[in-house]
């Protein structure tokens, strides 16, 4: 069986539909999102833009409410009345400042940007309402599912958990094919466990998916009631997998992969062997990953860094053995995780 699985291809150019009749206004805006990395395309009036819409099916629109023959806000409405384009998220241009002076239309679910536009503010209001509407729309984890639903659908939920917070883009294909490897290199486990293992692995966050993303995405240290929060997606995990029988022998790393080997972890505070060996095993992975990523409230630690806090929580959050094997056979583990599929 070959487990190794690649992220796919994140590096798409997001294309923005810019609709306004102010000519100069439209090619000088164009330039700049250009200049931010966006592919852009553009109208200068409503029936146009949406015929460009239908055409080019960019992720974002960007629209100037005033414009001539249709508002903004007629335009947005038969782009909503089209299934090919109800989903593309409109941002309304304007330089009105009194929003009492917008009659028709004026929604607080609408998007606005005032005019001028501060390029770099546009090109972070972008991302996250692009953010907001994909997260939006991902699959909804208490769906009924059966016991004939396959491994690539629950695997779909854990991209999800991905998809909440880009900066983690990777991590759950990283962690599951390094996990099994050391699994595999400790010649203590069997083939079939080794298969539960890579499946809990790959969902080892998925209780992630109860969590607020703005818990999630939070740039800083947590406060106690976020912690409190957090602490429990071990919990979520098991409850929302433990009636499937594909997943019943896979539970222990979503389960348990925040216990601590001094048994001040997380969510029952077991202690050395009373945490499940593959959580063991995860947990060494997982915290190696985590350190090696770069976040925003962190910059990514180097490789012998990372090793040298690894043999610093020995005994302490690690289990000796486990520690031990990973350290000495590190270079092997990473060629084998991260060889290409053949």
């Known amino acids: ?19 306004d009749d102010d000519v100069s206004f439209l090619f000088g805006i164009s330039r700049l999102l250009a200049k931010a990395d966006f592919n852009v ?6 029936i146009s833009g949406i015929a460009r819409a239908q055409a080019g099916h960019p992720d974002l629109i960007l629209m ?32 009105i400042n009194d929003n009492s002076e917008i009659n028709d239309g004026f929604s607080s679910e609408n998007e606005y940007i ?6 770099t503010i546009l090109a972070a209001r972008i991302k996250s309402i692009l953010h907001k509407t994909k997260t939006a729309n991902l699959p909804n984890p208490l769906a009924e599912i059966d016991q004939t639903t396959s491994f690539d659908r629950f695997k779909q939920w854990a991209y999800s958990v991905e998809m909440l917070d880009e900066r ?18 400790l010649g203590i486990v069997d083939e079939q466990m080794l298969d539960n293992i890579y499946k809990g692995a790959f969902l080892h966050d998925i209780g992630k998916l109860a969590i607020s993303e703005r818990v999630l ?15 429990h997606h071990p919990t979520v995990a098991y409850d929302m997998l433990a009636s499937i029988d594909l997943l019943k022998d896979a539970l222990d790393i979503p389960h348990c992969h925040h216990e601590r080997w001094d048994g001040l972890g997380y969510p029952n505070r077991l202690a050395g062997k009373e945490i499940p060996l593959a959580a063991r095993i995860f ?4 915290v190696y990953d985590a350190l090696t990523s770069k976040r925003p409230y962190k910059e990514a630690q180097s490789e012998t860094e990372t090793l040298k806090v690894i043999h610093s929580l020995s005994g302490k959050q ?4 486990i520690v031990e094997n990973f350290l000495e056979n590190f270079e092997a583990l990473k060629k084998w995780a991260f060889q290409e599929p053949e």
């Open 1 to 19: 069986m070959i487990y190794n699985v690649s992220p796919g291809n994140i590096g798409k150019k997001t294309t923005i539909l810019v609709i």
């Open 41 to 46: 395309i553009a109208a200068t009036e409503g």
């Open 64 to 95: 100037d409410i005033n414009l001539p023959n249709m508002t903004g806000f007629q335009v947005k409405k038969a782009l909503e009345s089209d299934s090919h384009t109800q989903l593309i998220p409109v941002v309304f241009l304007t330089t």
């Open 114 to 119: 005032t005019k001028p536009v501060d390029t």
């Open 168 to 185: 983690a883009i990777g991590h759950t294909c990283r962690v599951a094919n390094l996990t099994l490897a050391l699994a595999r290199s």
């Open 217 to 231: 995405n939070k740039p800083g240290p947590l406060n106690d009631e976020e912690w409190d929060l957090m602490r």
């Open 283 to 286: 947990s060494v992975v997982d």
């Open 318 to 321: 690690f289990d000796p053995a």
